[in-house]
């Protein structure tokens, strides 16, 4: 068995695996990181942008680079229609593919590259909601690009000269990864090419491949119909977990049990989609700070004379706690202007490694200025630095129009005729008072694990694991609330950069629950996507992939996510573009607005940040961890908005897949080269401080890389027949058995034999050495003649003078001795004399 | 344990209620748990005192699958699970699973409520049952525990019907419950792969039914509307809640949206938009076009059709109402009967199947005087049309699904006795396997000559297929594999010899025969020796051939070189008798050299 890794990208992973005969895809996964180094597409001309002074390297006058490299406050960019980085094609010849097997949707955006035009004549399986959520993803991005001509700042849209010259630009450009091999994206009837070959699948279901294998998609928690693959053989199991979640690894809270009949009114990150992979349920340690958010009443900060010094206590827990803070810092008060509490004078210097930390500096993310540091105060809402700065902001309104030329006249919500008061008709189902909310800790699913289908595999091999390590979904969750929170408050509007699926259902969910509870419940929330109604509508029809809470709304019937009441009510609007008539119309800030692509460089997302980039009273917060956020925003710079990260990846971190890995207790482990440990590390687990978290096992680990292929030792030493019914009399324990065999298709049956059958066909079974006197007999039946027979100390000796023959027949073998011509006699005597007193077994 | 054993508890040989016993492999599993509508006592439920006279019912049955909602398939199993005390595993669909609590709460009602039976089960009951279903999706392939896998397939004939592919060990039942082979408005075909199934058990509701095109029964059914309102008639069409009555709202719904007509249309049921939701929700469960366009447009709002009043009964005027239930048997459909059926300007339309002792069945065998419990009378003067808007397959599409799943023994259940004894004749004549339809109560014996796994060394299968390659390509030879047969675990394999001796931890006897040659050859045994090696390289190519101390050795073959710097020597060929081929072709080798 062989894998072979097709990408280097271990979040959009690609392996192949040559196995049993047949070449299996797993995953297709597409890195877009490459998109980083273009400049941004605007879905309308920016005249920024266009503005923007060319770049050519000193000293360097070539006329083909003219017009492809753009900077932007000391930062270079290409000045084209981005690129992105499919799957490696000459390792594996992609006509030779038998199958390919998605395990979710973020894994399968280079499906076109591989499937159309190469040959490819296989068979691509996926379930369902993979495949329309997939659809919707690939068909977002290839409408922005098919509408976005060229360039943004004038570039014809092929520029290609710069990857010649790479060793000559600035860096971070001339150290992007091999962009000779970068692709444009295909086109829209490649695309549907490419996703009409797909064969939907349940989870569960046993896909039979070439009757050599069986393939079954696992439910993997990460998710809508996002699944582990399981491939089996009746001797062989090989698991691929890619995407998977088991947030069940966390103490159980207390307040899930207490109150477990208003799960959505927080603001706990509870994944929607994703039937937990099932797992053991971690005990049941009650959360440490659990009686402290008990006992601690709502109260003004400062004024209680239990708490006097609330700030420096909770920092200290914060450091401590083993959960995390954000339900501590939570805003159990309504948000103050900084410095003018008396109970949380001047943020200080001491870092708290958590606090987020808003850019709106050209900076580079190695290198971070820790004079910019600050704390945030638990109570406080985390402040961005130009605020902390500067806290005298002037105020101002935001402006509130999508048309610059529209001359927006700025207005307080209600105030304005063209926009009326905000509707109070959405009333939230169950909200619960602000502190009551806070009170609740980190969440968790409550369904217990069991990863049944992916224990005991031969190989496991693993990718997709979180790529913000670093950061837990809960808090990120409640930080962005925050942020959102305060951001609107100050009249500002709130940009989140989102794909059209996956953790956005989530977000619209409790953002608009924590807004409700902050008294912000006039705050529209607009959703903005080509495949935005088609997105909405199609969670609200997917019952059977979603986990059981949600699943038991169905049951009433009722949609399982809020968002179509959310639509029903006016609170939320969704369009395909910022600039439809119908949305622009009702368009208004402040207001929070979801829209993508995550990469900032093409989409909505650009316009309105281009829009809003000037004002400080905006924010955008990043939540999707697939591109780093400095990267994101580099080509927008100097931004005055507010910038918040929050990546929300719900992916297993590395201390829950090294608990996976030990309870799935597979026989091999593969995973990308970046999750191995680290070359000489001694021993499984040998991490020093100072070393990168990665993968450990008490098992042989291979790491993977790009263009890279490893084998697997085969354990193998059976395959699987059926005999026909008309064998089954024949079928003795402990005898020979002869056979026909019949394959076909891999599949092998065991008929009785062909008659008649060559007595010299049988081959023998010489267990035991021949009985003495029966091989006496069988010798001079074969006209060899009297054989003198003397006894020896391990058993006899026969002697055939006539043939100058001799026999040593011992227990443990027996040696003959003899002209060659006399041969085929002695054997026909060993053979009878066997046979006729055969050895037991 | 090659047996199939099918014992109907109801359906067999009849339409009322669907219950069927099936144990294979050591596994009893009940097909279905349906009601009998035609009844009003104990003969409503499937008798379970025949499972175990006494005592607890959840040792003898190992699991429970329910194939759809309809109350003669599902209706029962409140009964069983709270009442009788099943306390097993249970099976359905999702939207079986949603929808099925909603039917049997309707029923529930219509039974206590208005016709005050007791012992019957209460809606704490229904909901404690649901409680305990496992719901399960299409192609899900579901262990119910070590030996025994279920695995749901579509079946078309209403929201969330499947049928069921059952597996004990190497032998499999498929059980399609109601199912339907044309797609129509709102549902796809039912599907199946080539399972091929030792016994597939079909419904036969239509066996000797041969239904006229769709578009044809559905313009019948328009046109007969039509003419009834245009000259001021009212049309009652009993429906149950989900299934064939949003089908025929849509249909009307288009109709009367074409045709520009203003005559009042009627639900009567307070269900409907719950019961839209189901579809909305479960769109994914509808058929292809529904599906593509639910993001546009919701089929299921309707524009024409109103909500009915119960006070809407007496108003003059044509107008068309649907009302539950479909067989006109209690509630609102027979109260409206009651008033509209002496005038015969008015129609009922039956779109379903009618089971025997409903005011339906009556009316559809030409009843002209309906008698009621209290001796009321109603003389039926109104029209009355049947028309097929079941989703049964008809006797193609059983032939059809037939083809598809390529059992090896067919069961009919759920149909007349009269049109199954056709259907079977059929089956038997054009697909040459056999046919069975017993009747309810009667057990009927499969025997499935089973295929036994059995595992083969893969050193076994490669020296056959060296051997067989070996021989020049005749697309007649056989194949064939010798080996020994061992059992361990329960599980056989097919091993060779030293496999075997290892297994069971015996060392084998070894027999080796040694020949001498005689070799003029002068300088040292070894310098011989290496000549040797050169000509046996030469001769087998793509063998391993190792050399030392003198001694070469090819696989078992040992070759020894002896003898004085400067005389002849002597070479010991020495093979064991498995190598027999190769040991002698290498002494035939070296006897060639010498001579
Ligand atoms: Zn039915």
Sequence with gaps: ?841 | MPDIKITPLGAGQDVGRSCILLSMGGKNIMLDCGMHMGYNDERRFPDFSYIVPEGPITSQIDCVIISHFHLDHCGALPYMSEMIGYTGPIYMTHPTKAIAPILLEDMRKVAVERKGESNFFTSQMIKDCIKKVTAVTLHQSVMVDNDLEIKAYYAGHVLGAAMFWIRVGSQSVVYTGDYNMTPDRHLGAAWIDKCRPDLLISESTYATTIRDSKRCRERDFLKKVHECVEKGGKVLIPVFALGRAQELCILLETYWERMNLKYPVYFALGLTEKANNYYKMFITWTNQKIRKTFVQRNMFDFKHIKPFDKTYIDNPGAMVVFATPGMLHAGLSLNIFKKWAPYEQNMVIMPGFCVQGTVGHKILNGAKKVEFENRQVVEVKMAVEYMSFSAHADAKGIMQLIQYCEPKNVLLVHGEAQKMEFLKEKIEQEFKINCYMPANGETCTINTPTKVPIDISLRLLKAESVRYNAQPPDPKRRRVIHGILCVKDNRMSLLDIDEVCEEIGISRHVIRFTSTVRFDDSGPAVKTAEKLKTLLEEKLQGWSITISDGNISVESVLIKVEGEDDSTKNIYVSWTNQDEDLGSYILGLLQAMVE
């Design chain 1, 1 to 841: 068995m062989k894998v072979y890794c097709l990408s280097s990208d271990a979040a959009k992973p690609c392996f192949v695996i040559s196995f049993r005969g047949l070449m299996i895809m797993l995953d297709c996964g597409l890195s877009a990181q490459s998109v980083l180094s273009f400049l941004p597409l605007p879905p309308v001309p920016s005249a920024r942008l266009a503005a923007l002074p060319s770049y050519s390297p000193p000293h360097i006058n070539d006329p083909l680079l003219e017009g492809e490299l753009k900077e932007c406050c000391g930062r270079v960019f290409v000045d084209s229609l981005p690129e992105f980085c499919p799957p490696l094609e000459q390792v594996v010849d992609f006509a030779q593919l038998d199958a390919i097997l998605i395990s979710n949707y973020t894994c399968m955006m280079a499906l076109p590259f591989v499937t159309e035009g190469t040959g490819f004549k296989g068979q691509v399986y996926a379930t369902e909601p993979t495949l329309q959520i997939g659809r919707f993803y690939l068909e977002e991005l290839s409408e922005w690009l098919r509408e976005a001509g060229g360039g943004a700042g004038g570039g014809a849209g092929g520029a290609r000269r710069w990857k010649e010259l790479l060793h000559l630009l600035p860096a971070p450009l001339s150290q992007a990864a091999r962009p000779r091999a970068w692709r444009r994206l295909y086109s829209a009837q490649v695309l549907a090419k490419a996703l009409a070959r797909v064969r939907v699948v349940g989870y569960d279901e046993r896909v039979e491949l070439f009757g050599a294998l069986e393939a079954s998609p696992v439910s993997s928690g990460f998710c809508l119909g996002s699944a582990n693959w399981v491939l089996r053989s009746p001797h062989e199991k090989i698991a691929y977990v890619s995407g998977s979640s088991t947030l069940t690894t966390h103490p159980r809270p207390i307040n899930q049990v207490r109150a477990p009949a208003h799960p959505a009114s927080s603001t706990r990150y509870v994944p929607h989609a994703p039937r937990p992979i099932k797992q053991v349920r971690a005990p049941r340690t009650p959360p440490i700070n659990q009686v402290r958010a008990l006992r601690t009443p709502p109260h003004q900060p400062g004024t209680c004379p239990a708490h006097p010094a609330p700030s420096t206590r909770y920092v200290t827990h914060a450091h401590h706690a083993p959960r995390p803070i954000n339900q501590v810092r939570a805003p159990r008060t309504p948000p103050h202007q900084p410095g003018t509490c008396p109970a949380h004078p001047a943020p200080s210097t001491r870092y708290v490694p958590r606090a987020p930390r808003p850019i709106n500096q050209v900076r580079a993310p190695a290198h971070p200025a820790p004079s910019t540091r600050y704390v945030t105060h638990a109570h406080h809402a985390p402040r961005p630095i130009n605020q902390v700065r500067a806290p005298r902001t002037p105020p101002h309104q935001p402006g509130t129009c999508l048309h610059a030329h529209h001359a927006p006249s700025p207005h307080q919500p209600g105030t304005c005729p063209a926009h009326p008061a905000p509707s109070t008709r959405y009333v939230p189902r169950a909200p619960r008072p602000i502190n009551q909310v806070r009170a609740s800790t980190l969440t968790t699913h409550p369904r217990p694990i069991n990863q049944a289908a992916l224990r005991g595999a031969d190989l496991l091999l693993l990718a997709g694991l979180t790529q913000t390590p670093a950061h837990n979904p809960d808090n990120m969750l409640g930080d962005l609330c925050v942020h959102a929170g305060v951001t609107l408050r100050g009249g500002g509007a709130v940009l989140l950069p989102v794909y059209p699926s996956g953790v956005l259902y989530d977000l619209l969910e409790c953002l608009s629950m924590h807004l409700d509870t902050a008294g912000l419940s006039q705050i529209p929330l607009y959703v903005i996507s080509p495949v935005a109604d088609a997105s909405l509508a199609y969670s609200n029809i997917l019952a059977e992939w979603v986990s059981t809470a949600k699943q038991a709304r169905v049951y009433v019937p009722e949609e399982p996510f809020p968002h179509a009441a959310l639509a029903r009510a006016g609170r939320l609007r969704h369009a395909a573009r910022l600039h439809d008539h119908s949305f622009s119309e009702h368009f208004r800030t402040p207001c929070v607005v979801f829209c993508g692509h995550p990469s900032l460089r093409f989409g909505a997302a650009v316009h309105l940040l281009e829009l809003w980039a000037a004002n400080p009273a905006h924010a955008v917060i990043f939540t999707e961890p697939d591109f780093p956020y400095l990267e994101a925003l580099a080509p927008f710079q100097p931004l005055a908005m507010k910038a918040f990260h929050c990546p929300i990846d719900t992916s297993l971190n590395y201390s829950q897949c090294n608990k996976l890995v030990r309870e799935l207790r597979p026989r091999a482990l593969a995973v990308p080269e970046q999750y191995a440990p680290p070359r000489g590390a001694a021993g499984a687990g040998g991490a020093g401080a100072g070393a990168r978290a990665c993968v450990t096992a008490d098992v042989p680990v291979l790491a993977l890389r790009r263009g890279g292929v490893a084998a697997v030792a085969a354990r193998r030493t059976l395959a699987r027949a059926a005999a026909a019914p008309a064998l089954l009399p024949a079928l003795r324990p402990r005898a020979p058995l002869t056979a026909e065999l019949h394959v076909r298709d891999n599949v092998l049956t065991l008929l009785p034999p062909p008659a008649p059958l060559q007595p010299s066909a049988e081959p023998d079974y010489d267990l035991g050495p021949p009985n003495v006197d029966a091989l006496v007999r069988c010798l001079a039946a074969e006209g060899l003649g009297a054989a003198r027979v003397e006894a020896s100390p391990a058993g006899a000796v026969l002697h055939l003078p006539r043939h100058d023959a001799l026999l040593h027949v011992e227990r443990a073998h027996t040696h003959v001795f003899c002209e060659p011509r006399g041969r085929p006699a002695l054997r026909r005597a060993l053979r009878a004399a066997a046979r006729r007193d055969p050895a037991p077994l």
